[in-house]
């Protein structure tokens, strides 16, 4: 399977999704939570520690919302943006999990250098829809303002109009600022089904395991009673050989315990945390995907409406033309500002849920040792 972020461990694998694309009703709680004001906090300590200090006096009395909202851009590599919210970190995560291996079942081993792939994948995805945002917000800035100076009551002069003229019919041929999502809908894809396939195995493996820990707790009370018979016996067999007997058995169950049953059980219950970040991780990629899809026809239907204007610019009825592209564009203008906003917040509690879902994962390996 291809691997989208590097790691040294093998494999490759993205919180819980809302049904609803009416995102901040649910999340307005999340967002006054403690446990996502530290996150808040860490992502500005990323960006100031990358230059964001350095910004215009202008630019840092900004609102708190415009910051949070620009915070991603400020990093020069996307790749390390999501490297340094990734909690444990793939470093740390190689490391335990290599230590890890003499404890672990060597099938549980794999599953779970895999899910720490697969959610490092999604990580990146995240970071890069992160990235498609700041390029949307970049272009929609001068393009409206190009349409507000249409329908100012100072008109622009005619050498003015001319250059607007140019500028709309440019952005009507390129004005598609998904750039990743449109030229690599491949790679989303991929770790889509990754998550996928990566939650089906670690379900059959639970399933496995689960029968595993059912018959070694059956073996262990057959065998208590079979203490129980063997006791009874004394009365017919000769205590000498009784003793032995049940020296023997009495030693059985009590290692038992040891070696496969509490083995197996932690096994049970890595794969069972595992298995849960997955199927958040793989309903959190479907709202992502449907919120991408919802802005990308906002943004078709804009494009729609340029390149009218662009096969009218030299009609007579241009000047009307253009108006109605600007009205329309001022209507959706505050519903397209909030889809904006609402991938974007949805991103970010993407990070926050991996994180949490890497921790408890991490949890459960550690109780081995």
């Given at each position: 399977m291809h691997v989208l972020f590097e790691s040294a461990v093998d494999g490759v694998v993205i919180p819980i999704a809302s049904t609803s694309f009416n995102l901040r009703e649910e999340y307005a709680s999340?967002?006054?939570?403690?446990?996502?004001?530290?996150?808040?906090?860490?992502?500005?300590?990323?960006?100031?520690?990358?230059?964001?200090?350095?910004?215009?006096?202008?630019?840092s009395s900004s609102s708190s919302s415009s910051s949070s909202s620009t915070a991603a851009a400020r990093l020069p590599s996307y790749r390390l943006f999501a490297e340094?919210?990734?909690?444990?970190?793939?470093?740390?995560?190689?490391?335990?999990?290599?230590?890890?291996?003499?404890?672990?079942?060597?099938?549980?081993?794999?599953?779970?250098?895999?899910y720490y792939s697969e959610t490092a994948n999604a990580s990146l995805l995240?970071?890069?829809?992160?990235?498609?945002?700041?390029?949307?917000?970049?272009?929609?800035?001068?393009?409206?303002?190009?349409?507000?100076?249409?329908?100012?009551?100072?008109?622009?002069?005619?050498?003015?109009?001319?250059?607007?003229?140019k500028y709309l019919a440019e952005v009507s041929k390129t004005f598609n600022p998904f750039h990743f999502l449109a030229s690599s809908q491949r790679q989303f894809r991929m770790v889509q089904g990754g998550s996928?396939?990566?939650?089906?195995?670690?379900?059959?493996?639970?399933?496995?395991?689960?029968?595993?820990?059912?018959?070694?707790?059956?073996?262990?009370?057959?065998?208590?009673?079979?203490?129980?018979?063997?006791?009874?016996?004394?009365?017919?067999i000769g205590a000498l050989i009784v003793v032995h007997v049940l020296m023997a058995?009495?030693?059985?169950?009590?290692l038992l315990p040891v070696t496969m049953s509490s083995r197996v059980g932690r096994a049970v219950a890595q794969l069972d945390v595992a298995a849960k970040g997955t199927y958040i991780l793989n309903r959190d990629?479907?709202?992502?995907?449907?919120?991408?899809?919802r802005l990308q026809d906002e943004v078709e239907?804009?494009?729609?409406?340029?390149?009218?204007?662009?096969?009218?610019?030299?009609?007579?009825?241009?000047?009307?033309?253009?108006?109605?592209?600007?009205?329309?564009?001022?209507?959706?203008?505050?519903?397209?500002?909030?889809?904006?906003?609402?991938?974007?917040?949805h991103l970010y509690l993407c990070f926050m849920t991996i994180n949490r879902a890497r921790r408890m994962v991490m949890t459960e390996v550690l109780c081995v040792k």
């Amino acid at each position: 399977m291809h691997v989208l972020f590097e790691s040294a461990v093998d494999g490759v694998v993205i919180p819980i999704a809302s049904t609803s694309f009416n995102l901040r009703e649910e999340y307005a709680s999340a967002f006054r939570t403690e446990s996502y004001n530290e996150f808040w906090a860490r992502v500005l300590d990323l960006t100031l520690d990358h230059g964001a200090a350095l910004k215009p006096s202008h630019e840092s009395s900004s609102s708190s919302s415009s910051s949070s909202s620009t915070a991603a851009a400020r990093l020069p590599s996307y790749r390390l943006f999501a490297e340094h919210l990734l909690d444990p970190d793939q470093a740390t995560i190689t490391e335990i999990l290599a230590d890890a291996r003499k404890h672990c079942h060597p099938e549980v081993h794999f599953l779970l250098s895999e899910y720490y792939s697969e959610t490092a994948n999604a990580s990146l995805l995240f970071s890069l829809i992160l990235k498609d945002i700041e390029r949307i917000r970049a272009r929609y800035r001068p393009f409206k303002a190009v349409l507000r100076s249409l329908v100012s009551d100072n008109p622009p002069p005619q050498h003015s109009i001319q250059a607007i003229d140019k500028y709309l019919a440019e952005v009507s041929k390129t004005f598609n600022p998904f750039h990743f999502l449109a030229s690599s809908q491949r790679q989303f894809r991929m770790v889509q089904g990754g998550s996928a396939d990566l939650l089906k195995q670690l379900e059959a493996s639970r399933k496995k395991a689960k029968a595993k820990l059912r018959l070694v707790n059956w073996l262990k009370r057959a065998f208590g009673f079979s203490l129980i018979i063997i006791t009874a016996s004394t009365a017919v067999i000769g205590a000498l050989i009784v003793v032995h007997v049940l020296m023997a058995l009495v030693a059985l169950p009590a290692l038992l315990p040891v070696t496969m049953s509490s083995r197996v059980g932690r096994a049970v219950a890595q794969l069972d945390v595992a298995a849960k970040g997955t199927y958040i991780l793989n309903r959190d990629l479907d709202t992502v995907s449907r919120l991408v899809a919802r802005l990308q026809d906002e943004v078709e239907h804009v494009a729609t409406l340029l390149r009218m204007c662009e096969e009218e610019r030299r009609r007579v009825r241009r000047g009307r033309l253009v108006q109605e592209v600007v009205r329309e564009v001022q209507r959706k203008d505050v519903s397209f500002r909030k889809q904006l906003d609402e991938l974007e917040e949805h991103l970010y509690l993407c990070f926050m849920t991996i994180n949490r879902a890497r921790r408890m994962v991490m949890t459960e390996v550690l109780c081995v040792k």
